[in-house]
């Protein structure tokens, strides 16, 4: 007979059945951007998934640990990772960045778990400072013949400078397309762009971050199978609607409305998918709603007085390295505490 | 029918008390909920560990060879902390000798052989009347008697009934939770002992000098309330409440608080709220043996599980070995895993040589196929996810502490994490994705501090 210490049962899902779900959840937010954007979205994120798996297995193997890509929680990396890229990023570029991605971002600090900051964020604004040019350049949506032809920058040799876009966009049946996002246009000329076209996606944008509503139904999916702390996300979508709610309200010809803040930019898929981040999100029941209104807020000030137009990336994260401050000063209060000497 | 849906439909079940935090196991209680107290036959051999209760050991005051009577003292109490033990059947002392029990070391035991052939009568008893008796009376006859916290921890009654004298106690809380799943042992003395257990409740009352007495049950009993209530005194001093179905809601800091809204203060006990808890089959004991004297010389077990042929609710005689148990029950389908109590609190055994003791309330088989899911799952690190935090119910941080006690920082968690708060329901184990053994580690911590403690 066996010996166990008790408890003796258990029913809660394992970490891999969890990863696994964020996998499914992302999954339509994956074949969305792929009808968007078309091939080359498929390609970013065929290479970021497949380099992310393999510089896993490599530093599992360098430092003669069992390889530990089963749990699944590289895949989530891999994918959020491509998905926050423009959609004509470089494909070696993406490469670079799913390795610091895993390399830098994980598996240095000991693998799953022990990671200070969200993985794919790190590997993001590795790329961010490292090819400013090609993470900033923007290709229209639903173009004609998507599925049949890269978008010519995915396919830049290596190490050198790819070609303009301007050029070949021009050459397509389009007309008016700026070559910004919608967060950029709003922030450096004022032009706002319709809410309903954020809601369902048809934007410029990063890969993944265009139809706000997609990506809220995929967490509420995540929610409602108890693997996704919906605290984070309700406090930081609340705190960012009501911070730019108050500058709206101050200046409206400047300012955007507080839907439009919700709904553009990377801001519900960062919510979402990635302030949630269980290893780099504050664990006690204050913190949570702390941790989630510092991204709301730091993406705000940094969207209406930054000099970039998207602030989400950084905010997530200030509070990824500020998470476990805010664990140790919000402490559960414990059930039949007594109160210190002296305070009565 | 699960108790959330019945939840939805049933009126009486909208407004219930809890405590936050806690977790939802399946109840399983279902093969034997159902299922009447039978007693259950005697053993040829009969094995009584001399410490059955928390505190001291019982001293043996019979020799080998002596023949007893059932219901006969056979070791008396070793000071206040402790109890004495009584003859469970009519028989011959065989030896005094070092046998296996369920918390592992070999202990001091009696060895008891029964006349096969005895017609096992109750042969030694005192009848006397409790209304006539004082409190400290009470308390003495209460100690007397053997009787020791029937729900599992053991702890001696007439300790709890002496509290330190700084506190009054004015509620008396008979505990009929029984949250561990599997386990109905409560749920049928409350239906078939009610008139006991109501006697018991009155004694209890009379020896603190309580005004006033609350039986708490879940509220997937509500067939015990009813049963309760259409016996309750007129006078309506004692009254009974459903509290809402959540594990640990047994748990005596746990009622209090679902009950009457009180914590009993970390490090108190529940007289520091005014307070005494009772396991309402310590209590229905009580009612029964304290008018006619004698001990606690059986006990009703729920023996149950998917390994096993013929659960049920039996009334076993303390020091029964489980192999005559098992033997007479039948086992089935690869039964591979055997555990005293109940699933969420109970100790895993390895030998079948281990009796049935006073704190011992169930026995659970489980099946190769139970245990599956449980042995193919790795540990993976923590993924701070707070699933842990979210359960614990006294609002402790297994989370932090668990990473604590994996780099062996005892001290720490007990400094700064309230290590000792912590009452091992095992909450954080059970939600942990990663399947860390958060609880396994923090007993570990605490008699790691406690070695240290006593090594300086």
């Known amino acids: ?344 | 029918m699960t108790t959330a849906y019945k939840r939805l439909i049933d009126p009486r079940m909208w407004f219930m008390g809890t405590f936050s935090h806690g977790i939802h196991p399946a109840e399983n209680k279902q093969y034997t909920a159902d299922k009447a107290i039978q007693r259950f036959p005697f053993a040829p051999e009969l094995i009584l560990p001399l410490s059955q209760h928390a505190g001291a050991p019982s001293v043996p005051i019979v020799r080998p060879g002596q023949e007893v009577v059932r219901g006969e003292p056979i070791a008396e109490a070793a000071g206040f902390m402790s109890v004495p033990l009584h003859a469970p059947a009519t028989g011959v002392i065989k030896k005094i000798d070092l046998m296996p029990t369920a918390k592992g070391p070999r202990t001091l035991s009696i060895i008891l052989e029964v006349y096969p052939g005895d017609s096992q009568e109750m042969r030694f008893y005192q009848t006397r009347n409790v209304d006539t008796m004082t409190p400290q009376e009470i308390t003495q006859a209460v100690q007397d008697a053997g009787l020791v916290g029937l729900g599992g921890a053991a702890f001696p009654t007439h300790v709890k009934l002496s509290p330190p004298k700084e506190h009054t106690v004015e509620t008396v809380l008979i505990n009929g939770c029984e949250c561990e799943p599997f386990l109905t042992t409560d749920y049928r003395v409350m239906l078939e002992q009610t008139d006991d257990l109501i006697e018991g409740t009155r004694i209890f009352m009379k020896a603190l000098g309580a005004k006033k007495a609350i039986i708490g049950t879940e509220d997937n009993k509500l067939a015990a309330v009813e049963a309760i209530r259409a016996k309750l005194p007129a006078d309506g001093s004692i009254t009974v409440k459903a509290v809402k179905t959540k594990y640990p809601q047994g748990a005596e800091k746990m009622l209090a608080k679902s009950l009457l809204n009180l914590e009993i203060p970390s490090g108190g006990y529940p007289s520091s709220v005014g307070l005494a808890v009772f396991n309402v089959s310590s209590t229905a004991e009580i009612g029964a043996l304290l008018p006619v004297g004698g001990g606690v010389i059986e006990r009703v077990v729920t023996i149950t599980g998917p390994g096993v042929e013929k659960p049920g609710n039996y009334i076993v005689a303390i020091g029964t070995p489980l192999r005559f148990i098992l033997d007479q029950l039948g086992l089935k389908g690869g039964s591979q895993h055997l555990i005293l109590g109940g699933p969420m609190m109970g100790s895993a055994i390895s030998s079948l040589d281990v009796p049935i003791t006073k704190g011992c309330g169930g026995v659970l088989v489980l099946t190769e196929e139970d245990t599956r899911g449980e042995t193919s799952r790795g540990v993976h690190p923590c993924i701070s996810c707070g699933k842990c935090v979210e359960a614990c119910p006294m609002h402790l941080n297994p989370c932090n502490m668990g990473k604590l006690a994996y780099k062996h920082r005892y001290a720490e968690i007990a400094e700064s994490f309230h290590l000792n708060d912590c009452f091992e329901c095992g909450c954080c184990s059970y939600v942990c994705p990663s399947s860390i053994p958060l609880v396994q580690y923090f007993r570990i911590a605490k008699s790691a501090n406690r070695e240290k403690a006593k090594a300086s």
């Open chain 1, 1 to 344: 007979m066996e010996l166990r210490a008790s408890p003796h049962l258990r029913v809660s899902p394992s970490v891999e059945v969890i990863m696994r779900n964020v996998v499914y959840a992302l999954l339509p937010i994956c074949a969305f951007s792929v009808y968007q954007f078309g091939i080359s979205v498929f390609a970013l994120l065929a290479v970021s998934v497949i380099t992310c798996l393999l510089t896993e297995n490599l530093i599992c193997r360098l430092s003669g640990k069992t390889p530990t890509t089963g749990d699944w929680s590289v895949v989530i990396s891999a994918l959020l990772l491509a998905l926050t890229l423009p959609p004509g990023f470089p494909l070696w570029m993406a490469a670079v960045a799913s390795f610091v991605c895993v390399a830098v971002g994980k598996m240095l600090f000991g693998g799953l778990g022990f990671n200070v900051m969200n993985p794919a964020l790190v590997g993001r604004a590795f790329v961010q400072a490292a090819f400013p040019a090609s993470i900033t350049s923007w290709t229209p949506y639903m173009l004609p013949g998507r599925f049949a032809e890269f978008i010519p920058t995915s396919l830049a040799t290596p190490f050198l400078r790819p070609a303009p876009l301007a050029e070949w966009i021009a050459g397509k049946p389009l007309d008016g397309f700026s070559g910004a996002t919608p967060l950029a246009l709003m922030k450096f000329d004022h032009v706002p762009t319709d809410s309903i076209q954020l809601l369902i996606g048809t934007t410029a944008g990063s890969a993944g971050e265009t139809s706000a509503l997609l990506i809220f139904i995929c967490g509420i999916y995540l929610v409602v199978r108890k693997m996704m702390d919906w605290r984070i996300t309700a406090s930081v979508l609340l705190v960012a609607s009501a911070t730019s709610g108050i500058f709206y309200w101050m200046d409206q010809s400047i300012y955007p409305d507080p839907l439009f803040t919700l709904c553009s930019g990377g801001l519900m898929l960062g919510a979402v998918f990635m302030a949630t981040d269980m290893v780099a999100s504050p664990v006690t029941p204050w913190g949570v709603w702390i941790y989630g209104a510092l991204i709301g807020f730091v993406t705000i000030i940094i969207r209406l007085f930054g000099g970039l137009s998207e602030g989400v990336m950084y905010a997530i994260l200030l509070a990824n390295a500020s998470s476990p401050l805010i664990s140790a000063v919000t402490q559960p209060r414990i059930y039949g505490a007594t109160k210190p000497k002296g305070t009565e």
